[in-house]
């Protein structure tokens, strides 16, 4: 128990870089809205790219995640745990 003591800022970290990923998600289904079908109410085709695109993450997660726990018991959780927030910062950027 004292271990996950040791590891609660990591445990927050990993939360909040994941609860901002996940809170966007019902306004991109709007913004693809807007961006391919301008002024109409329903569009199939929005709909259908952000589920698709919510499924493309999932499915990179899922090959993602033992690959990164592999990497982290070489060079410890806190690299790895870093780069990848990190790197998922850029995209925010533009």
Do not use: W
Request: hydrophobic letters at 50%; charged letters at 10%.
């Amino acid at each position: 128990m004292e271990n996950l003591k040791e590891l609660s800022h990591l445990f927050v970290t990993v939360f909040l870089s994941s609860f901002a990923l996940v809170i966007v998600v019902p306004g991109i289904t709007d913004v693809t809205m807007l961006a391919l079908c301008p002024g109409q109410v329903e569009c199939s085709l929005a709909i259908y790219l952000t589920g698709l695109q919510q499924a493309i993450i999932g499915l990179g997660t899922v090959i993602a995640m033992p690959v990164i726990g592999n990497l982290s018991d070489q060079y410890g959780r806190k690299a790895l745990l870093t780069l990848p927030m990190t790197i998922s910062i850029i995209p925010m950027g533009k």
